[in-house]
Nanobody
Framework: QVQLMESGGGWVQPGGSLRLSCAVSGPGFRVNNLTMSWYRQAPGQKRELVATLTPGGYDVNYPNSVKGRFPISRDDAKNTVYLQMDALKHADTAQYLC?????????WGQGTQVTVSS
């Protein structure tokens, strides 16, 4: 069974940085053979797609609010995808969830909380 485990969340002051990790486990599931994405959801808000990394290495930041601040990357040896978050602001506070897609299935992690507060 595939598992996605997020880590790296926590509390940070505005302007600070965090790096989220999503470790993928399960036979035959490799981050370089999956379309990996990060989503976020704040209380009372809809889930928002933040960034996507394709097997070919094409990375995309979807919302204008995070473009240039949240690069997504992967480490094939560790079977892990990362979300680097820089210049964090209050509006970035949310539960961040890892997502993986293959040909027919979609998988979700449990999420990791990011709180940006002064």
């Amino acid at each position: 069974q595939v598992q996605l485990m997020e880590s790296g969340g926590g509390w940070v002051q505005p302007g600070g940085s965090l790096r989220l990790s999503c470790a993928v486990s399960g036979p035959g599931f490799r981050v370089n053979n999956l379309t990996m994405s990060w989503y976020r959801q704040a209380p009372g808000q809809k889930r928002e797609l933040v960034a996507t990394l394709t097997p070919g290495g094409y990375d995309v930041n979807y919302p204008n609010s995070v473009k240039g601040r949240f690069p997504i990357s992967r480490d094939d040896a560790k079977n892990t995808v990362y979300l680097q978050m820089d210049a964090l602001k209050h509006a970035d506070t949310a539960q961040y969830l890892c997502n993986a897609i293959n040909v027919v299935f979609t998988y979700w992690g449990q999420g990791t909380q990011v709180t940006v507060s002064s």
